[in-house]
């Protein structure tokens, strides 16, 4: 008998991570998020500002087959789903209108990420009045080679982990400007985001890699997460100073990052973009996702 059941964190957060690990797949009609994903998700700072209650847990006889859940916002939703139950996502996508639209002024919104492939998703979303949005989110994957190319910088610059010095204003630093929030972060928030994004289980300091400048501020930097059951790596976040862009640096660190997770296993890297510089490194888009929005009284 199949139930569905609100989300708790102490107890399914590590099973949802292996029912992923275990429905991972690179094509087909449905493509589940990559293990990685939903760890970032956890420890990425914005997810303190989501009631993950809200995520639907659907089980098998005490087995995982199926979640719904948003991602760092209320008012969108994805759809993780064990192949053999396919028949839940009508389900999943009225779970997700009640429990995880967002609300304001008496409207509710929601937007449903649809793999391109899944047909009957795309028909199903369609009949419920969604439209799309004009947004998607594709994957990336590239195959680790061996042995590894060279890595170049130019003169003065410096590729190092954080294993090697993790200070968190450098690292939040360069987030903060590479991210184009403007010049240097303000207050000590960002360094409490950074120890909080650090906390995740699998959070490694050598495979975060930075590039040091000639006066010792990180310009660039490549966060890596290893998934050794199925030999991955998933890049985030990517970001280099606007000061320093267009000489490589952010080539050379994710290139880095690459290269340490293929030295402990990787055989292939994923990253959650199609980008010009992403297949400029040599990767390659297996999938794309489109978002599906609607809007109603409620």
Known sequence: MITVRHY???????????????TYRTHGEHVNWVQ??????????????????????????????AVVHPEHCMGI?????DPEYTSLKEEMVGYAETHLSSVQ???????????????????LVQERGYTEAGHSEPMSQLVIPDPFP?????????LKSLAEENDLWKADRVLYRGF?????????????????MQSAPSFREDLNVVVEA???????????????????????????????????LGRAAVLEG?????????????????????ESLGFRQVYNCSAWQRAWKG
């Open 150 to 158: 060279p890595i170049s910088l130019p003169g003065g610059f410096r």
């Open 36 to 65: 990685p994903r939903w760890e970032y998700m956890h420890y990425h700072p914005l997810i303190r500002d989501v009631d993950v209650t809200v995520i639907g847990v659907w089980e098998n006889q005490g087995e995982i087959v």
């Open 105 to 123: 002024d008496g409207v509710r919104t929601l937007r449903v990420y649809v793999n391109d492939g899944d047909q009957e998703l795309r028909r």
């Open 258 to 278: 690459v290269r340490r997770c293929g030295a402990l296993g990787a055989r292939v890297a994923w990253v959650g973009s199609a980008q010009p510089f992403y």
């Open 214 to 248: 000639p006066d010792g501020q990180f310009v660039s930097y490549c966060g890596m997460w290893l998934e050794g059951v199925h030999q991955l790596a998933y890049v985030e976040p990517v970001a280099t100073d606007p000061d320093y862009r267009r000489r490589g």
């Open 180 to 196: 184009d929030h403007g010049e240097d972060p303000p207050g000590d928030d960002g360094m409490a985001d950074r120890a909080f």
């Open 8 to 22: 708790d964190h102490r107890d399914d957060y590590e099973r949802v991570g292996e029912f992923l690990l275990r």
């Open 77 to 81: 939703a994805y759809l993780e789903i």
